[in-house]
Nanobody
């Protein structure tokens, strides 16, 4: 089992920044791909960014590409999402995900609110 706990969310003004962090406990952290997803009210959960097991490859949804940065620290078992230049459209509950070919774990989610 892997437990994922997100932190760093909150309320920020448009144009501001937040850094989300997800701490994992349990099985070998470096064996999992990691991702951040978000879900706004009335919308489906969507992919935001992902990072490979060794951290060499990152992937982003088009609306955040060039703006958000995902990173991981396998020694600390954490994955972060740096979010500068936030807009009201970025407001959502953000979820951390750890996955492999036979496992799929999610955090409980954390709220990000962006005021205009």
């Amino acid at each position: 089992q892997v437990q994922l706990v997100e932190s760093g969310g909150g309320l920020v003004q448009a144009g501001g920044s937040l850094r989300l962090s997800c701490a994992a406990s349990g099985r070998t952290f470096s064996s999992y791909g990691l991702g951040w997803f978000r879900q706004a009210p009335g919308k489906e959960r969507e992919f935001v960014g992902g990072i490979s097991r060794n951290g060499d490859n990152m992937y982003y949804e088009d609306s955040v590409k060039g703006r958000f940065t995902i990173s991981r620290d396998n020694a600390k078992s954490t994955v972060d999402l740096q979010m500068p230049s936030l807009a009201p459209a970025d407001a959502a509950v953000y979820y951390c995900r750890a996955y492999s070919w036979n496992y799929d774990y999610w955090g409980q989610g954390i709220q990000v609110t962006v005021s205009s």
